[in-house]
């Protein structure tokens, strides 16, 4: 484990893992969305009340990021909506995920986007507070539950206004190899666990080239071939660390950092412990590795964060897993991180057009067999508390076993700061979170030097 790597080389790194993992796709996170209209456009404007249904004749497009099995059931579920609904034509674009996103920014700046679109959660509210989709708070009141569904207040801004309609959910919980438990004879995590519990447990699981673990004399932590846990990317590392302590990013408006406080300094001490006693990856360990993700699936970790489509690399390696809640910070807090995958409406569609595109997400939202038929794909977790809470989904697969740790996890579960420049503040923030992981800087000159540059970017976008 190399620990004297130049700033710039880890930055780069850095910076490609937190593109990659920063949503919750099978592709590349690649999109930089600068083109978009002012924030005065949408989401300042007063709540609309929605076009009443019609049985006229409309023709929507629809789009989409693809991948793998998923795409044959999307056609499937679209081609029964429209035997449901034969005054509706669907049209449809889709591409893989970066590509999705980069020509969507495009189409958005041109006024020829989708009707509706399934957007990765962390964009939502870019899209709303840039004006380019439609408030759906009296849609959402009208025809909807509210409490029939997960996620659904993932959507809402800080004035109470709903933006979208989740199409599934990602939720942060603790993977661990049971397997590297047992060879170790360490007892499995609990729903006590606090950082500090996790953190020695993770020593114990820490093993260098010699043989020795981190709590063993002579272990080597520039020779680490199994750490106790991995850790990268705001998803699926610092996010929940700093939120469980009591700190975080941004205040509740979106517009302010809140990054120079004591408890971010207590948890960034937690993460630069780890990282330099070599129980935690840091950016230059990962490098070793095929990609960020695959330390865990490949038996080099014993323990990672995260979210619910991890599940899938993790059956597809055989592993023998499960997973528990994320520990609890000092106080007590516990946070997990979520993303709302959603579905959106144009806001320069038709009346027409997005009646006819909400009967789209009324269909996903609302029909139990079109959720029981994308649970099963097991790449999110359902939004339909019916759906979730049955066998379809607890019982979708042997591992993991403990399944009702992702619904648990919904109680504490935090959005990721997200807002209309959330994609640049956090690349801001992970320059300088990276300066003290690997030791380049101070604890106290990286979250005062992120806390400037995140403010920076607020005000270059809010201030406008």
Known sequence: MKRNAGPKTG??????????AAGCSNGNN??????QPS?????????????????????ILLGFYS???SDDKMKELIDRFTEQHPHITVKTQSAPYGQFFQKLDTQIAAGEAPDVWLSDGVYVMKYAERGAIK???????RDLNKDDYYGLDFNKDSQGKYWGVPQGIQVGVLFYNKDLFDKAEVAYPTDDWTWEDLKATAAK?????????????GFDAGKVNQFGLTFFSITEGWFSVMKSYGGGVLDSSGQKSVISSPENKQAFEWMVDGMKRGILTDPVDLKSFQSAMSVFPSGSAAMRIGIYARVLAANEAGMNYDVALLPKGPSGQRAAPVIANSWVINQKSSDAKAQAAWEWIKYWATQDEVQKEWTALGEAVPVKKSVANSEVFLKANDKPANRQAFLDSLEFAQTLDVNAVWEEWVGKFNESAQRAFLEDASIDDALSEADKNVQQVLDGFYKK
């Open 11 to 20: 930055l780069l790194l850095w910076m490609s893992l937190m593109l990659a």
């Open 205 to 217: 699981l820490t093993v260098d080239a010699g043989g020795k673990t981190a709590v063993e004399a």
């Open 67 to 69: 991948g793998g099995a």
């Open 30 to 35: 690649d999109a930089t969305p600068d083109s």
């Open 135 to 141: 408030d759906l708070t009296a849609w959402i009141d």
């Open 39 to 59: 924030q005065s456009a949408g989401a300042a404007s007063a709540t609309s009340a929605p076009p009443s249904p019609s049985a006229e004749p409309a023709e």
